[in-house]
Protein backbone atom coordinates (compact mmCIF):
# COMPACT_ATOMS: atom_id res chain seq x y z
CA UNK A 1 0.00 0.00 0.00
CA UNK A 2 2.60 2.49 1.13
CA UNK A 3 4.37 1.47 -2.61
CA UNK A 4 1.37 1.88 -4.27
CA UNK A 5 0.86 5.26 -2.70
CA UNK A 6 4.33 6.34 -3.48
CA UNK A 7 4.10 5.41 -6.63
CA UNK A 8 0.97 7.58 -7.50
CA UNK A 9 2.86 10.24 -5.98
CA UNK A 10 5.10 10.30 -8.11
CA UNK A 11 3.18 10.07 -10.95
CA UNK A 12 0.79 12.57 -10.27
CA UNK A 13 4.23 14.42 -9.20
CA UNK A 14 5.64 13.43 -12.91
CA UNK A 15 1.99 14.72 -14.72
CA UNK A 16 2.48 17.80 -12.78
CA UNK A 17 5.42 18.65 -13.96
CA UNK A 18 4.81 17.27 -17.36
CA UNK A 19 1.69 19.74 -17.59
CA UNK A 20 3.69 23.12 -16.32
CA UNK A 21 6.67 22.15 -18.89
CA UNK A 22 4.23 21.78 -21.50
CA UNK A 23 1.79 24.78 -20.94
CA UNK A 24 5.03 26.65 -21.61
CA UNK A 25 6.92 25.25 -24.51
CA UNK A 26 5.11 26.80 -27.79
CA UNK A 27 6.91 26.86 -30.97
CA UNK A 28 5.02 29.79 -32.58
CA UNK A 29 3.18 32.39 -30.51
CA UNK A 30 0.34 34.43 -32.14
CA UNK A 31 -1.95 37.20 -30.65
CA UNK A 32 -5.98 37.21 -30.91
CA UNK A 33 -7.50 38.57 -33.98
CA UNK A 34 -3.75 38.45 -36.39
CA UNK A 35 -2.58 36.24 -39.07
CA UNK A 36 -0.66 33.58 -39.41
CA UNK A 37 0.92 31.21 -42.05
CA UNK A 38 2.71 28.34 -40.65
CA UNK A 39 6.51 27.59 -41.22
CA UNK A 40 6.27 25.01 -43.52
CA UNK A 41 7.17 25.39 -47.09
CA UNK A 42 7.81 22.56 -50.22
CA UNK A 43 9.57 24.03 -53.35
CA UNK A 44 7.87 22.54 -56.16
CA UNK A 45 4.66 20.98 -54.46
CA UNK A 46 2.41 19.38 -57.29
CA UNK A 47 -0.77 17.21 -57.63
CA UNK A 48 1.10 14.67 -57.31
CA UNK A 49 1.58 15.20 -53.51
CA UNK A 50 -0.87 13.84 -50.84
CA UNK A 51 -0.94 17.17 -48.44
CA UNK A 52 -2.30 16.54 -44.93
CA UNK A 53 -2.96 19.36 -42.09
CA UNK A 54 -3.91 17.94 -38.83
CA UNK A 55 -4.79 20.12 -35.37
CA UNK A 56 -5.22 18.76 -32.12
CA UNK A 57 -4.70 15.13 -34.14
CA UNK A 58 -8.16 16.30 -36.08
CA UNK A 59 -7.53 16.18 -40.24
CA UNK A 60 -8.34 19.71 -41.12
CA UNK A 61 -6.67 19.44 -44.56
CA UNK A 62 -6.96 16.82 -46.95
CA UNK A 63 -5.51 17.66 -50.45
CA UNK A 64 -4.66 14.62 -53.33
CA UNK A 65 -4.76 14.28 -56.88
CA UNK A 66 -5.69 18.23 -56.75
CA UNK A 67 -8.95 17.70 -54.47
CA UNK A 68 -9.54 18.99 -51.48
CA UNK A 69 -11.46 16.88 -49.73
CA UNK A 70 -11.44 18.05 -46.02
CA UNK A 71 -11.05 22.17 -45.44
CA UNK A 72 -10.63 25.17 -48.13
CA UNK A 73 -8.15 25.17 -50.77
CA UNK A 74 -7.28 28.65 -50.31
CA UNK A 75 -6.21 28.14 -46.49
CA UNK A 76 -3.08 26.61 -48.03
CA UNK A 77 -0.61 28.49 -49.63
CA UNK A 78 1.51 27.48 -52.90
CA UNK A 79 4.08 25.81 -50.80
CA UNK A 80 1.77 23.93 -48.89
CA UNK A 81 1.59 26.27 -45.39
CA UNK A 82 -1.59 26.28 -43.68
CA UNK A 83 -2.62 29.89 -43.35
CA UNK A 84 -4.44 31.14 -40.37
CA UNK A 85 -6.88 34.06 -40.40
CA UNK A 86 -8.67 36.11 -37.27
CA UNK A 87 -6.44 33.36 -34.63
CA UNK A 88 -8.58 32.54 -31.76
CA UNK A 89 -8.14 30.72 -28.55
CA UNK A 90 -9.50 27.83 -30.61
CA UNK A 91 -6.78 27.85 -32.83
CA UNK A 92 -4.25 27.13 -29.98
CA UNK A 93 -3.05 23.53 -30.02
CA UNK A 94 -0.33 20.80 -32.28
CA UNK A 95 0.11 21.44 -35.71
CA UNK A 96 1.16 18.91 -38.03
CA UNK A 97 1.82 18.71 -41.94
CA UNK A 98 2.24 15.39 -43.86
CA UNK A 99 3.35 15.96 -47.49
CA UNK A 100 3.57 12.70 -49.45
CA UNK A 101 4.52 11.72 -52.94
CA UNK A 102 1.83 9.83 -54.24
CA UNK A 103 3.59 6.61 -54.66
CA UNK A 104 4.37 6.78 -50.86
CA UNK A 105 7.90 8.47 -50.37
CA UNK A 106 7.00 10.91 -47.35
CA UNK A 107 8.50 13.98 -48.61
CA UNK A 108 7.97 16.30 -45.78
CA UNK A 109 6.42 16.99 -42.37
CA UNK A 110 6.32 19.26 -39.94
CA UNK A 111 4.67 19.51 -36.65
CA UNK A 112 4.44 22.27 -34.49
CA UNK A 113 2.65 24.12 -31.24
CA UNK A 114 0.54 27.46 -31.59
CA UNK A 115 -0.25 29.38 -28.40
CA UNK A 116 -2.82 32.28 -29.08
CA UNK A 117 -2.88 34.90 -26.43
CA UNK A 118 -4.43 38.48 -25.98
CA UNK A 119 -2.50 41.34 -26.50
CA UNK A 120 -0.96 43.16 -23.38
CA UNK A 121 -3.34 46.42 -22.35
CA UNK A 122 -1.56 49.58 -21.97
CA UNK A 123 -0.11 49.97 -18.60
CA UNK A 124 -1.24 53.18 -16.11
CA UNK A 125 2.14 54.48 -14.82
CA UNK A 126 1.12 56.43 -11.34
CA UNK A 127 3.97 57.34 -8.38
CA UNK A 128 3.76 58.57 -4.88
CA UNK A 129 6.54 60.80 -3.14
CA UNK A 130 7.95 58.76 -0.06
CA UNK A 131 9.23 61.61 1.52
CA UNK A 132 10.10 59.36 4.50
CA UNK A 133 12.40 57.36 2.00
CA UNK A 134 13.55 60.22 -0.08
CA UNK A 135 12.52 58.43 -3.18
CA UNK A 136 9.77 58.66 -5.80
CA UNK A 137 8.26 55.16 -6.10
CA UNK A 138 6.49 54.61 -9.67
CA UNK A 139 4.12 51.56 -10.52
CA UNK A 140 3.66 50.44 -13.93
CA UNK A 141 0.09 49.21 -13.36
CA UNK A 142 -1.76 46.76 -14.85
CA UNK A 143 -4.30 44.31 -14.13
CA UNK A 144 -2.69 41.31 -14.92
CA UNK A 145 1.01 41.39 -14.19
CA UNK A 146 1.45 37.68 -14.20
CA UNK A 147 4.13 36.45 -17.11
CA UNK A 148 4.48 39.81 -18.34
CA UNK A 149 7.98 41.89 -18.67
CA UNK A 150 8.50 45.49 -17.35
CA UNK A 151 10.91 48.08 -18.83
CA UNK A 152 11.36 51.49 -17.52
CA UNK A 153 12.64 54.96 -19.91
CA UNK A 154 14.00 57.87 -18.08
CA UNK A 155 14.19 61.16 -20.83
CA UNK A 156 13.89 58.41 -23.02
CA UNK A 157 16.18 56.34 -22.90
CA UNK A 158 15.94 53.10 -21.48
CA UNK A 159 17.03 51.74 -18.17
CA UNK A 160 18.42 48.60 -18.67
CA UNK A 161 18.73 47.06 -15.26
CA UNK A 162 15.12 47.74 -14.33
CA UNK A 163 12.56 44.48 -15.20
CA UNK A 164 10.10 45.09 -12.64
CA UNK A 165 7.02 46.41 -11.83
CA UNK A 166 7.92 49.30 -9.71
CA UNK A 167 10.83 51.37 -10.00
CA UNK A 168 11.87 53.78 -7.54
CA UNK A 169 14.24 56.98 -7.98
CA UNK A 170 15.86 59.10 -5.15
CA UNK A 171 14.19 62.41 -5.11
CA UNK A 172 18.30 64.04 -5.69
CA UNK A 173 17.74 62.70 -9.28
CA UNK A 174 14.37 64.26 -9.56
CA UNK A 175 16.07 67.38 -10.69
CA UNK A 176 13.97 69.33 -13.09
CA UNK A 177 11.29 67.53 -15.05
CA UNK A 178 12.01 64.50 -15.79
CA UNK A 179 10.49 62.07 -18.17
CA UNK A 180 9.31 58.78 -16.85
CA UNK A 181 7.63 55.98 -19.13
CA UNK A 182 7.18 52.07 -18.76
CA UNK A 183 6.53 49.13 -20.97
CA UNK A 184 4.97 45.93 -20.77
CA UNK A 185 5.52 43.35 -23.35
CA UNK A 186 4.02 39.63 -23.39
CA UNK A 187 5.29 37.10 -26.09
CA UNK A 188 3.08 38.81 -28.59
CA UNK A 189 3.01 42.31 -27.77
CA UNK A 190 4.31 45.72 -26.12
CA UNK A 191 2.94 48.84 -25.02
CA UNK A 192 4.19 51.93 -23.53
CA UNK A 193 2.34 53.81 -21.09
CA UNK A 194 1.94 57.62 -21.24
CA UNK A 195 4.73 59.95 -20.38
CA UNK A 196 4.64 61.16 -16.64
CA UNK A 197 6.88 63.63 -15.01
CA UNK A 198 6.50 63.07 -11.05
CA UNK A 199 6.89 66.22 -8.80
CA UNK A 200 7.89 65.43 -5.32
CA UNK A 201 7.30 68.71 -3.09
CA UNK A 202 10.26 68.58 -0.07
CA UNK A 203 8.26 69.49 2.86
CA UNK A 204 8.36 72.92 4.79
CA UNK A 205 10.87 74.55 1.96
CA UNK A 206 8.71 74.36 -1.27
CA UNK A 207 6.25 77.26 -1.54
CA UNK A 208 3.66 74.65 -2.93
CA UNK A 209 3.48 72.27 -0.32
CA UNK A 210 3.78 74.60 2.30
CA UNK A 211 0.06 76.67 0.79
CA UNK A 212 -1.14 72.43 0.68
CA UNK A 213 -0.42 72.55 4.71
CA UNK A 214 -1.92 75.64 5.46
CA UNK A 215 -5.21 74.43 3.23
CA UNK A 216 -5.08 71.21 5.13
CA UNK A 217 -4.69 73.20 8.75
CA UNK A 218 -7.78 75.22 7.61
CA UNK A 219 -9.79 72.43 6.56
CA UNK A 220 -8.83 70.94 10.08
CA UNK A 221 -9.44 73.91 11.92
CA UNK A 222 -12.69 74.11 10.17
CA UNK A 223 -13.70 70.72 10.93
CA UNK A 224 -12.61 70.95 14.45
CA UNK A 225 -14.60 74.56 15.05
CA UNK A 226 -17.69 72.32 13.43
CA UNK A 227 -17.38 69.63 16.08
CA UNK A 228 -17.04 71.91 18.26
CA UNK A 229 -19.96 73.45 17.95
CA UNK A 230 -21.67 70.43 17.98
CA UNK A 231 -20.03 68.74 20.95
CA UNK A 232 -20.96 72.06 23.32
CA UNK A 233 -24.23 72.97 21.46
CA UNK A 234 -26.21 69.86 23.66
CA UNK A 235 -23.48 70.29 26.65
CA UNK A 236 -24.71 74.14 26.91
CA UNK A 237 -27.97 73.33 26.69
CA UNK A 238 -27.78 70.36 29.46
CA UNK A 239 -25.74 71.92 31.82
CA UNK A 240 -27.26 75.27 32.28
C1 LIG B 1 -6.53 22.29 -29.36
O1 LIG B 1 -5.82 22.08 -28.15
C2 LIG B 1 -5.49 23.28 -27.44
C3 LIG B 1 -4.71 22.91 -26.21
O2 LIG B 1 -3.90 21.84 -26.39
C4 LIG B 1 -6.76 24.02 -27.06
O3 LIG B 1 -6.43 25.22 -26.41
C5 LIG B 1 -7.57 24.31 -28.30
O4 LIG B 1 -8.78 24.95 -27.94
C6 LIG B 1 -7.84 23.03 -29.07
N1 LIG B 1 -8.56 23.41 -30.28
C7 LIG B 1 -9.39 22.60 -30.91
C8 LIG B 1 -10.13 23.18 -32.07
O5 LIG B 1 -9.54 21.44 -30.57
C1 LIG C 1 8.47 8.19 -55.36
O1 LIG C 1 8.61 9.21 -56.31
C2 LIG C 1 9.65 10.15 -56.04
C3 LIG C 1 9.59 11.27 -57.07
O2 LIG C 1 9.35 10.79 -58.34
C4 LIG C 1 10.98 9.41 -56.08
O3 LIG C 1 12.04 10.32 -55.76
C5 LIG C 1 10.96 8.30 -55.05
O4 LIG C 1 12.12 7.55 -55.11
C6 LIG C 1 9.74 7.39 -55.27
N1 LIG C 1 9.67 6.41 -54.20
C7 LIG C 1 9.29 5.15 -54.38
C8 LIG C 1 9.27 4.28 -53.17
O5 LIG C 1 9.06 4.74 -55.50
C1 LIG D 1 10.33 65.93 -20.98
O1 LIG D 1 9.35 66.06 -21.99
C2 LIG D 1 8.98 67.39 -22.29
C3 LIG D 1 7.79 67.37 -23.25
O2 LIG D 1 7.95 66.39 -24.24
C4 LIG D 1 10.19 68.11 -22.86
O3 LIG D 1 9.86 69.45 -23.14
C5 LIG D 1 11.32 68.06 -21.83
O4 LIG D 1 12.47 68.63 -22.37
C6 LIG D 1 11.59 66.62 -21.40
N1 LIG D 1 12.55 66.65 -20.30
C7 LIG D 1 13.74 66.04 -20.34
C8 LIG D 1 14.59 66.18 -19.15
O5 LIG D 1 14.07 65.38 -21.32
Redesign the pocket.
Known amino acids: MPCFVATLGLVLLWRLVNLSVAKDTCDIYEAVGQSLTLPFAFVGLTNTHVLRWT??K?IIFYRQNGRVSVGKKEDISAAGALQLKNIQ??????YRADLRHLNGTLDLTWSG?LC?MDKVLKPELTYVCDIKSNAVKLNCFVAKPQGLTFSWTLDEKTLTSETRQMLSVSLAQLTGQRNFSCGVANRVSKVRSDTVRPVCNKPLTSPDSSLLCFKRTAVVAVLAGGLGLILLLPCGQSCN
Open positions: HNTFSHAGDRV
